[in-house]
């Protein structure tokens, strides 16, 4: 039997769980949903508590993951299928195809140059757009393009082929078609992250209504040097950077009456992040946080709080908040209370917390796996307290987000645990 391990998902989770793997020997397959592994961590500005660039920790992470020697990256491609037991499971993959040949593409970009297509760009959570032609960002792993057959002209109106001339080494490929993989494993890792919820349906905040309501991804887009803007903070009535800021925590999350009791655990933390960030960027940057309970308990959290108040000005208030608007200035007002009294104040932007939930595809992929969701949609284990990570079906094991609310340090964590339950798994197995 081959010592093999599938890892489900290309986020820190999923990388940490395959390095570890691979640096004891054993093949990784690592599947990811989208054309470049990093997840939601490669979108991220900074991390918290250290305020580190997310990218230049991550980076190097990815690239050893797609290099070495015993991992197999299969990006843009998802589990459809799934039988045996631990020690030997049968794995079937839908490998999507990208229409652009993996071994010849080297990420130059001049085909983006020449598409004609323009299309919501959901990397920079539509902020902007992109080309039909794409690729995610640009530290992307693997660097190669990928054609959105939903938008290219070629395949949905046979015109245009413009990417095929510019290609100078002859990647394009519209004839490609969609490929089953099957692949045999001893054990299987579940590291498939987390959406981010559309606060829409919560119009006491007036997403989508007023334009300078943000959420907390947009934000973190925007702030991001790499981002739509560049790193400057923009509203989007006027472009004009705002001086006074309001974050709202718990849109969505502890909130029994939209599907979320639970806390989604970084919300505290990013905003406090977000807060510092602005005024690292603009010295007079007023903020001002709205939060119902601090939750500042893992290691340098609370620190980080008060380093906010002393260093950076932030503001916190212990209130639940909504929003209100004053049209001549696009300026949302937030309305909050304290001490039971009603008050209200003007910002130039808010930026909104938005819970973090489980993937759509969760429990389609519980039903392949034959795994339980609990109560919120999450991945379940066997035993929160005795046995995380572990599963109801030996041999698949759980990581990160996918598994409930984590942080990225926690993340890692349960990526390494997860490669080490699989591991032992196939000892046990006799691999």
Known sequence: MEKAVMVIGGGVAGIQA??????????????????????????????????????????????????????????????????????????????????????????????????????????????????????????????????DKEHCLKLTKDKCGNCMKACKRGAINYEMKDQVLEVEVAAIIVATGFDVWD?????????????????????????????????????RSDKERPRKMAFIQCVGSRNPQVGHPYCCAVCCMHATKESMLAREHYDDIESTIFYKDMRACSKGFYEY???????????YINSDATVQENADKHNPIVVYDVGGRQQSEEFDLVVLATTLVPKKETAE????????????????????????????KPGIYL?????????????????????????????????
């Open 305 to 315: 709080v008060e380093r906010a108040k002393r260093d950076y000005g932030v503001r």
């Open 365 to 392: 992929l519980a039903k392949l796996l034959g795994l339980k969701v609990d109560e919120f949609g999450f991945l379940e284990s066997s035993d929160r307290i005795l046995g995380p990570g572990r599963t109801v």
């Open 18 to 147: 395959s390095l570890d793997l691979a640096d004891k020997g054993l093949i990784v397959h690592l599947v990811e949903k989208t054309p470049s592994i990093g997840g939601r961590m490669a979108q991220l500005d900074k991390t918290f508590p250290t305020n580190d660039c997310s990218i230049c920790i991550l980076a190097p992470k990815m690239a050893d993951c797609f290099s070495h020697p015993n991992t197999n990256v299969i990006t843009y491609s998802e589990v459809i299928g799934v039988e045996g037991s631990v020690g030997n499971f049968k794995v079937k993959v839908l490998k999507k195809a990208r229409y652009v040949d993996e071994s010849k593409c080297t990420g130059c970009g001049e085909c983006l140059e020449k598409c004609p297509s323009k299309v919501v760009n959901d990397w920079e959570m539509g902020l902007t757009t992109r080309k039909a032609i794409y690729i995610p960002f640009m530290q992307a792993v693997p660097r190669v393009m990928t054609i």
């Open 199 to 235: 606060p829409t349906p919560s119009t006491e905040y007036g997403y989508g209504r007023y334009p300078n309501v943000f959420t907390a991804m947009e934000y973190e887009r925007m702030i991001n040097a790499a981002g739509p803007t560049h790193g400057h903070i923009q509203r």
């Open 399 to 431: 990581a990160g987000y996918a598994a409930g609310p984590a942080d990225i340090p926690e993340s890692v964590a349960q990526g390494s645990s997860a490669a080490a339950k699989a591991v032992e798994a196939i000892a046990q197995a006799g691999g």
